[in-house]
């Protein structure tokens, strides 16, 4: 399989995950995830470690949101090698509250995949906040250069 190859399957399956979450589909969004899946998320726990217990931290997410979702990537890079790949950028996550007002920030995003009987899914993600280290205050009001890109032609 070509390396353009590789880079749309795994395009398109990051664009299903984001798009997913923005649908707030917790099935689907658990979907792409590895049964063995560590991820660091910047809230609520230093790790979640496998499919149910990530998905189960998706859904207590969702729920702090019953207005609108935002997902968007931006700047991905991916680097693949035979069945494991790995991709960094930043991705803008937040949502509406319960007042309708959104509340997002960009985050960077890290994730490696592995493919599993010819599908990609993510076995490690991480995304984290920059922090101010005077005042130990996260960074949310930080903007990237650009608009996201479309992940998928």
């Not at 997410?61 to 931006?74: D, N, Q, T």
């Not at 990609?120 to 960074?139: M, Y």
């Amino acid at each position: 399989m070509s390396d353009k190859s590789t880079e749309s399957e795994i395009r398109s399956l990051l664009a299903g995950w984001a798009g997913a979450v923005e649908a707030k589909g917790p099935a689907r969004i658990a979907s792409v995830y590895a049964a063995d899946v560590v991820a660091f998320d910047a809230i609520l726990a230093l790790r979640f470690e496998g499919r149910e217990a990530y998905g189960a931290h998706w859904q207590a997410c969702l729920s702090h949101c019953p207005g609108e979702m935002a997902f968007k990537i931006h700047d991905l890079k991916i680097e693949a090698s035979g069945d494991i790949a790995f991709c960094h950028g930043l991705v803008r996550c937040g949502g509406a509250g319960p007042d309708g007002q959104m509340q997002s920030a960009w985050m960077r995003m890290t994730i490696g995949l592995r493919r599993e009987a010819g599908a990609w899914r993510i076995v490690h993600e991480h995304h984290s906040a920059p922090f101010d280290v005077e005042s130990f205050k996260a960074l949310f009001d930080l903007e990237p250069e650009g608009e996201p890109e479309a992940l998928v032609a």
